[in-house]
């Protein structure tokens, strides 16, 4: 999927929302601006000290583009800074894991190609604050997080 700077800014940009729809993600702020079959646009709002555990899409490719402030990355592995202005790839089934230590908030745009099920991943996990069931329902989404002192996960709990 090649997408241009401009297409990313414009996205990042626009006012409307999918449905007006707004989610809280675990503490962050996910609003959607573009679904379709292809793929799935959300802005992204994360506050100072939030983060996303490391987790793998076995049946996507994610990118990231960091619009204000800044990341630190853990991609397979290795720790990565990531800074306003760059893309960042995340092949599917590439383990990978986003932190907020720069005591700012941060501004992002995320796509994923295809969309699958993460659309109604957000929807089902939106308010939702127990750790525990939120990884159980990303499962069944086909996104595993990776469970502490444990190896990434490619497949459901107990599989």
Known sequence: MTVETKEIKRIAKSTERVGGMVWNIMGQIYIP????????????IMPTESFVPPHVHTNQDKFLYITDGELDLLLDGKE????????????????????????????????VNPTNRLFDLFKAIHNV???????????????HFQLPGQKARYGRLGQ
Request: glycine fraction near 6%.
């Open 33 to 44: 601006r573009k679904v379709d079959q292809d793929s799935f646009w959300w802005a992204a």
């Open 80 to 111: 990565v800074h990531a800074a306003a202005g760059k893309v960042f790839s995340f092949p599917r089934n590439s383990n990978h894991g986003l932190f907020n230590n720069s005591g700012k908030t941060v501004k992002a745009v995320y796509w």
């Open 129 to 143: 604050a127990d750790t525990g069931k939120v990884v159980r329902i990303c499962d069944t989404h086909d996104i």
